[in-house]
């Protein structure tokens, strides 16, 4: 799993991403840094209803 992870033809899902935090038990703030790192940019949306990923690798909170 970890040369997939590493792959610069396939970057890894968001679900991958979040799945290795949790299962690491890392803090909020290292989680963003892994989450920024793997190509996804957290923002805080007013009004959305869901986690949507952009074109541009946007997750809203």
Do not use: F
Not at 4 to 21: H, N, W, Y
């Amino acid at each position: 799993m970890y040369y997939r992870l590493k792959s610069k033809d396939e970057p890894p899902t968001l679900a991958t991403v979040i799945s290795l935090c949790v299962g690491l038990s890392l803090d909020t703030l290292t989680a963003y840094h892994l989450i920024a790192l793997a190509g996804y940019t957290c923002s805080r949306a007013t009004g959305s209803t869901g986690s949507t990923p952009t074109s541009s690798r946007t997750v809203r909170t």
